[in-house]
Structure formats: C-alpha cells, structure tokens
C-alpha cells in the first residue's frame, strides 16, 4: 500500500466510532487514548478516527497539526494495523506537553502491535 492517507482509510460514520468505543481494545500514551478494533467489514486495509476535543486543544490550529502528526504516525505504521479500525482521542491538555513529547507517545503507540484477540 502507498504511504498516502486515503479518504477510504478514514473513519467517517458516528455509529463505526461509538462502536469501537464501546468494544475497543486500549493502548494509553501519555495523553493520548488510542481504541483499536477488527474492522467488521473485512477490509483489508486499516482505517484511522480521530476525536480531538476543544476542551483540551484550544486552538484549532493546534488541534489541525495534532491531527496533521496523528495522520502522518498512522501513515508510517498502517501496515501493522492492517485490518484493524482505530480510534485516538486526547485525554487530557496537549499544551502542557513539548511536541517532541507528543511525537514521541504517537510514535510509541503506533509502534505496538495490536492484540490480535480484539
């Protein structure tokens, strides 16, 4: 597959998003929540959502480059995730972290490998 994120690797329906809420796997990285699930349709390719709330990203233009470095980590390591919807929210405020810091925990969680039981 390319290194492009495609419009067919996005989650776009609320209803595929609050299902992976509710039945997703976990993997925590400082304050990012990354929720993981085998996509029911079976695609074979992964599919990326991202939930980046105002209450802890101010700025839109900062939660327009956090989404920008969450795509580009997920572009990276799409190939380990292949088959498998996921999700990243934040879970607490991304100001008081270094973008090093931020990099590092996206890099970090997308590194892992998921669990093949989900």
Avoid at 15 to 31: D, M, N, T, V
Avoid at 57 to 70: D, E, F, S
Avoid at 76 to 100: I, N
């Amino acid at each position: 597959m390319s290194e492009r994120f495609l419009p067919k690797q996005r989650i776009r329906q609320p209803h595929e998003i609050a299902q992976i809420l509710k039945q997703g796997k976990r993997i925590s990285a400082g304050c990012f929540l990354f929720l993981y699930l085998k996509n029911q349709k079976n695609y074979s390719f992964s599919r990326l959502g991202m939930i980046i709330a105002k209450k802890y990203c101010k700025l839109a233009v900062a939660r327009n480059r956090l989404k920008r470095l969450i795509r580009e980590q997920f572009r990276h390591h799409a190939s380990k995730w292949t088959g498998f919807d996921v999700v990243v929210m934040l879970r607490s405020p991304v100001a008081e972290q270094s973008d090093e810091t931020q990099q590092l925990w996206l890099k970090k969680s997308f590194k892992s490998q998921p669990n093949l039981s989900a």
